[in-house]
């Protein structure tokens, strides 16, 4: 996923988002982003968001969990 400003206007999200999932779907880009390490996955702003946030949930039980402290 990419990220953008907070306030960024819809009309501009819907665009690149539009734009970056037609590009995945281009063999040429798709086996360069492969080939650099990259995890294919063509979605929405709110599926990425979701994620986000999922992810985040996940981290912080597990650091919970371990004890670490902020330094």
């Known amino acids: ?3 953008a400003p907070r306030n960024t206007p819809a ?3 819907d665009t ?3 734009e970056i999932n037609a590009g995945l779907t281009d063999p040429k880009i798709k086996a360069r982003l492969v080939e650099l ?3 294919l996955s063509a979605g929405s702003p709110a599926a990425f968001e979701k994620f986000i946030a999922d992810d985040a949930e996940k981290w912080a039980k597990v650091i919970k969990f ?3 402290k902020a330094q």
């Open 1 to 3: 996923g990419i990220g």
């Open 16 to 18: 690149l988002n539009r």
């Open 66 to 68: 371990a004890g670490v």
């Open 37 to 39: 390490g990259g995890t």
């Open 11 to 13: 009309e501009i999200v």
